[in-house]
């Protein structure tokens, strides 16, 4: 058993080792070629048309998250944007009570936080908690401890359930469906969401993939280069 136990923090201790500094020689090698392609925008609202010297042209307006007001573990009323104005955000939703796939994410999140522990002022982590009537703000407090997570720059997160699951369904644009277990999941529950620091949702990611948050932390990397979106007129 202590065999096995090792061998799982020595490879976790591997992915963290490697994530960050291989995203920033990805981006390197891309920069020398001159191929440096930014993550997508995800989820438009509309298409907007004006005619432009005689042509038509089109331009997509993407949607924009809107905020939401919540409780983190330490207690603090949380605005998401005006706190957390000019970062972004890394989200994902769980429950303390999760016998299944949170805890693994919850471990692979504490992934990322090691990744950017040296510029944490760059992204926010959030855990959104589907479970609001049981996850008081003393129970995620312990649960985000056994994760050691920093409290400052990643926030375990309960509030209204209404607000919750709207958020999480109309704005992160993730679907629900019952459970078996007692509260209502989401479909991909697994997913991890990227945010841009304009609330431009800019990926989703498996969660419980290595190869998928090194993707995550390439994609993170690029976003701190990109310049403003401009509309077309």
Not at 137 to 149: E, G, R
Not at 163 to 177: F, G, H, S, T, V
Request: glycine fraction near 4%.
């Amino acid at each position: 058993m202590k065999e096995k136990l090792s061998n799982k923090k020595f490879f976790k201790g591997l992915a963290v080792a490697f994530v960050l500094p291989l995203s920033f020689f990805v981006i390197a090698r891309l920069l020398s070629k001159d191929k440096l392609v930014m993550p997508r925008h995800y989820s438009f609202d509309s298409v907007d048309s004006q005619m432009v010297a005689g042509k038509m042209e089109y331009d997509t307006v993407f949607h924009k998250i809107a905020d939401v007001v919540l409780t983190n573990q330490l207690g603090d009323k949380i605005s998401v944007n005006k706190d957390l104005e000019g970062k972004m955000l890394l989200i994902n939703l769980f429950f303390t009570r999760c016998p299944s796939i949170c805890p693994k994410l919850t471990g692979n999140m504490t992934i990322m936080q090691k990744a950017f522990r040296k510029n944490d002022t760059t992204v926010q982590l959030l855990s959104l908690s589907m479970d609001p009537a049981n996850d008081t703000v003393s129970v995620l407090k312990s649960y985000a401890d056994s994760y050691k997570a920093n409290h400052d720059h990643w926030w375990f997160l309960t509030g209204d359930r209404n607000d919750i699951y709207n958020y999480a369904r109309n704005e992160l644009k993730l679907l629900a469906k019952p459970s078996d277990a007692g509260v209502e999941e989401l479909d991909h529950s697994q997913t991890i969401v990227l945010v841009d620091k304009d609330r431009y949702i800019r990926g989703y990611y498996n969660g419980l993939d290595t190869a998928a948050l090194k993707h995550c932390a390439d994609d993170i990397i690029l976003l701190s280069l990109e310049k403003k979106r401009k509309r077309k007129w």
